[in-house]
């Protein structure tokens, strides 16, 4: 086992984990960054690279933003965190552009119209743009995280905090030669995002999104918050396979003219480019539980009435200039680019909005432990606002990695219970050559597809309970593995190790769902079709108490999170 020693670690390196790496570099910590990817290669390089930010139109403002984001999160959110993004959301594409990105400008060199885009559930324009997408933010977070001095650890899992009353570093398996490492550190970031790993193929997530941090923090002691809240982009492929899941555009997407049409070609929803993406993918949602969909499984998504009026075709021109565009042309032909003839959709698991509970420090509920980015929990309530997802990565990525370096130079030297990373390290030696009978990667594609079935787009209290049964039957037979026994890229048992993290946050997810008896944003309880201010405007807490999962409630105060 080799060990090493940091002032702070990240878990993630995307667009929070990088960010927080060089603040608290630039803060004169010690740092590393551990990453299953190669740095720059996770969600934020296959995103559009949509910023909103404010104050780019003159009728915009801090406080518009936050009433459109507790609007869209369905006043669940918590209202310091949502209002510390809407205030300073500038900022987070003021970090991009200071690590070496640059953003759509007009003809006059400015980020104002025609350059700015406006994603669902905003009401102005407030969408920055990036020339060549994700590709190009990729590309400046691995050039910016080779540049900040920082150590990096690449194809590297975590998968142990470390630490009783405080995190004082982890345990990773690195999958290039499969050593396990123990890092001792006075603070750990998780920067790691989200899970949508756990819907595949359901989803347009990278394979890396399997809900890490979540499982990690749980296991360590901390508590999260609103994990029942996955969002379900409304529009993705449904045929052929091979490309299940694909993101095909959102509600801002479909012009003022779209229309949603189910299998028995009766209009489902219009006036879509105005609603937010909890409000159509519920649309999708009941109708494909009602058995209504086409014979590739989901609903007809007709924008050829754009092509009508001046204002549809100038939707067309604003979507194609995106880029939005081009996943339709590929998968569904020219017509289709062109909106000349409907496409088939369905919802896809894009956003965990739930998380980590953090404070507007970054810092969990356990001492030494923070988080930013997807994979921390509160910000956004029941669904989170199009193009805001990348402001708040940046924004408090960079905050939480000024936070950390000063928790971790103010605690001292780091240390590690020898005996705990012991006994961790023997488990991970354990797990090669076993000659069990089951491969990890057939339980975790059962996970998976009991994840879409129970705990996806439609929830029933009996399917929940059904799905929390065969979690418990999949991690009985987790103990029963067979995993081949070569040590270089053996991903059999970065799998079995994944498993057992996946098994963790979906129990949560599970849970959480069971409790919340209506519905709200991202969460569909067909069971409790209607949204309940009265007794649920609450965010729901799963913390883990010895071997058993503690859900309770705690009401959100009506003046600041009300929609």
């Known amino acids: 086992m080799e060990t090493r020693s940091y002032d702070v670690i990240i878990v993630g390196g995307s667009g929070a984990g990088v960010s927080a790496a060089a603040s608290a570099a630039r803060a004169g910590a010690r740092v590393a960054i551990l990453s299953k990817e190669p740095v720059g290669c996770g969600n934020t390089r296959i995103a559009y690279g949509g910023f909103a930010a404010v104050g780019l139109v003159p009728e915009d403002s801090p406080e518009e933003l936050f009433q459109d984001m507790v609007t869209g999160g369905e006043g669940v959110g918590v209202p310091a965190l949502t209002r510390d993004l809407a205030e300073n959301a500038l900022q987070g594409p003021c970090v991009v552009e200071s690590l070496g990105h640059v953003f759509r400008r007009n003809s006059e060199g400015e980020a104002k119209r025609p350059a700015l885009g406006r994603a669902g559930g905003h009401r102005f324009y407030r969408g920055l743009s990036s020339p060549a997408q994700g590709v190009s933010i990729g590309g400046v977070l691995h050039n910016a995280a080779l540049g900040s001095g920082v150590d990096i650890l690449e194809e590297t899992l975590a998968f142990r905090l470390l630490g009783q009353d405080r995190v004082q570093g982890l345990m990773a398996f ?27 193929p359901h989803t347009d997530c990278v394979r890396a999104s399997t809900g890490d941090g979540f499982a990690l923090a749980l296991e360590a002691g901390a508590e999260l918050l609103g994990m029942e809240f996955m969002q379900f982009l409304p529009f993705s492929v449904t045929h052929p396979p091979s490309y299940t899941g694909v993101f095909l555009g959102e509600p801002s997407s479909t012009g003022p003219q779209g229309r949603l049409i189910n299998g028995k070609g009766e209009t489902v929803m219009t006036n879509m480019d105005t609603r937010t993406r909890a409000q159509v993918a519920r649309a999708l949602a009941l109708e494909m539980a009602a058995g209504n969909t086409t014979v590739h499984g989901g609903l007809v998504l007709d924008l050829s009435p754009n092509l009508e009026t001046p204002e549809g075709r100038q939707a067309w021109e604003s979507v194609k200039n995106t880029g939005l565009l081009e996943q339709a042309r590929l998968i569904y032909g020219e017509r289709a680019y062109r909106f000349e003839e409907p496409w088939d959709v369905a919802p896809t698991a894009h956003f965990s909005a739930g998380g980590v509970r953090v404070d507007q420090g970054s810092c969990t509920t356990l001492p030494g432990l923070y988080a930013a980015g997807e994979v921390a929990g509160g910000v956004h309530g029941a669904d989170r606002l199009g193009g805001i997802a990348l402001t708040e990565i940046f924004l408090f990525g960079w905050k939480a990695g000024k936070a950390a370096a000063s928790g971790a130079l103010g605690h001292g030297p780091p240390g590690i219970d020898a005996r705990a990373s012991q006994d961790q390290a023997r488990m991970v030696e354990s797990l090669f050559g076993r000659n069990g009978r089951h491969r990890p990667i057939t339980l975790v594609r059962r996970l998976q597809k009991l994840m879409w079935e129970k705990v996806g787009v439609t929830r029933t209290d009996g399917g929940l309970r059904q799905a929390l049964q065969e979690m418990d039957d999949i991690q009985k037979e987790s103990g029963d593995l067979q995993v081949r026994p070569g040590r270089v890229f053996n991903t059999e048992v970065a799998e079995a190790l994944e498993l057992d993290l996946m098994l963790a946050t979906a129990r949560a997810m599970a849970r959480a769902a069971l409790e919340r008896q209506e519905s709200r944003g991202g969460h569909i309880r067909l069971d409790y079709l209607e949204r309940d201010d009265k007794h649920w405007l609450k965010n729901i807490i799963v913390k883990k108490e010895g071997n058993m999962l503690q859900v309770r409630s705690e009401a959100v105060s009506p003046k600041e999170g009300r929609s």
């Open 174 to 200: 690195s999958l290039r030669d499969g050593r396990v490492i123990a890092l001792s550190a006075g603070a750990v970031v998780l920067a790691c995002g989200g899970a949508g790993w756990l819907y595949y």
